[in-house]
């Protein structure tokens, strides 16, 4: 029996990363939101270990990234091969993502489960926020303008009804919401089985106070597979083994972690064993009438590069302003339709990238990566959508870039120190944000003057700014809330009014 309605704008389902982020984003947007998750207790699997700079500056921004800094594994960043834990280093590679030349902020290294903890204690610091752990998504169905939902609360096995205006599913690789819309997932579901161990041992002997980010131990690496990755992932000496394929029914998993680290009388606690198959894949459509989906719903990616967490706060990034300019009344349906058109190419190309590699990791032929670079997988995706005035810049994303910044109409309005030791990232956060230098008064005027969209205007006077941003010093650049380019005139106009409201127009689909 079901009792109860609650009303709620959107209606988020799911509570890990992209959820989480998504609850905080609405909330800082002054936009009310329900969040359910049929979880009650963390996973013993650590999942993800890796969050790149864009998901930081976005924390930032946020207010979350000194908390978690005080959590951070303090790794030595980049990857080591080794033949096993106790031999000297083959080859050693740096992978940071994150140069802190074009970004304020350096990608982080916690373990999922601490990361979750800490963006579900900001999500709660919000009166505009419901967090409802313990609870599932039953249902759903379309109605009018929205959806009506069945959830249950798992301890009381009651039932209720959600009615919302948008639901956003972040219900994960396997999302329920995706399968019940028959939304199909594109590129392949299966690049090879891992078994995965978590387990606690004393490595220090070994690893040094501040392990590598990643061991590939090779050892055990067959004609077709590459042995084991070895990844630290709490400072209590907790660890996650992965090695392709299953491990025997007879073998005490304990054993094999002695084996793979070539430790015979390594004293190994086994915290949890799972199996799971990478995939590479991107959802053929991300939204459905006022469904969308976010993270791991909409793609799912070997953890080559480590994305999955990154790619699923970026998603809701994109999504959180647009409705909150709908539900303010400045932005339309064409807005909404906006997230699928920009997000699905950059997650088709996120699932290329990442298939690619993890092929060329476990494979066993390490022949050579010609993708793009990580710097550029994480903050080089350029928006081409109806809402971006472009402005004729060539393609800033093509296959095998390496991350240059740039204010090309689309992509991620570069970081630049300010004179007070502030970003301009910092700038970039719940309304539109025009800069301009010194000599563009007339745009500033203008925007003074433009009506129906907020839009902050900032005078940046470091000389670097307008060759960073591609502009004379009587140009102008406005910037999206979440930090994107919208638009760009590389000089003065004789009818700065005129261009600025189109600008904003164009830029809101209104
Ligand atoms: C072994 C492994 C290693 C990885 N390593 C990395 C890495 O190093 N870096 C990285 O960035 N990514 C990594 N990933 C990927 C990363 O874990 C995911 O990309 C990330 O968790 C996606 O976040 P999400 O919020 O979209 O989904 P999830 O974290 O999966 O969250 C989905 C949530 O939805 C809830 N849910 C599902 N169905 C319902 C329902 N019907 N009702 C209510 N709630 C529901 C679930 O309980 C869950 O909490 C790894 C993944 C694996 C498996």
Known sequence: MTSGLVETPVLIVGGGPAGLTASLLLSRHGVDSLLIDKRIDASPLPRARGVHSRAMEILRVCGVEPDLRKVELPITPGAEWRADLTSPP??????????????????????????????????????????????????????????VATVVEQASGRRVQVRARWMIAADGARSGVRRHLRVAMNGPDDLGQQTMIAFRADLSALTGSRPRGIYFLTATATATATGAALIWTHADDRWVISQPG????????????????????????????????????????????PVFLAGDAA????????????????????????????????????LLDSYAAEREPVGRRNADETGTAWMRIFNGNAAPFSGRGLAQLDMGYQYTSPVVVGDGSPDTDPPNADYQPTATPGCRAPHLWLADGTSTIDLFDQRFVLLTAEPGHAWRDAAAHATGVPVDSHVITEPNWPSLYGVAPDGAVLVRPDGHVAWRSRTSSTDPVKDIQTALTTSTGS
């Open 90 to 147: 083959l080859r050693e590679d740096v992978l940071s993502a994150g140069p802190t030349t074009v970004s304020p902020c350096e990608g982080l290294s916690v373990s999922q489960d601490v990361f979750e903890a800490v963006l579900r204690d900001h999500a709660h610091g919000y009166a505009h926020a419901q967090l409802r752990p313990g609870t599932l998504l039953d249902s759903f169905h379309p109605v009018g303008d929205g959806v």
């Open 246 to 289: 299953p491990i025997a029914a007879d073998e005490d998993p304990a054993a094999v972690v002695r084996r793979i680290l070539g430790v015979a009388d390594l004293t190994v606690q086994v915290l949890a064993t799972s199996h799971w198959t990478a995939g590479a894949q991107s959802a053929a459509q991300y939204a459905q009438g």
């Open 299 to 334: 793609h799912r990616f070997p953890p080559a590069g480590a994305t999955g967490v990154s790619a699923a706060m970026h998603d809701v990034h994109n999504l959180a302003w647009k409705i909150a300019a709908v539900v303010g009344g400045h932005g339309s349906q064409q």
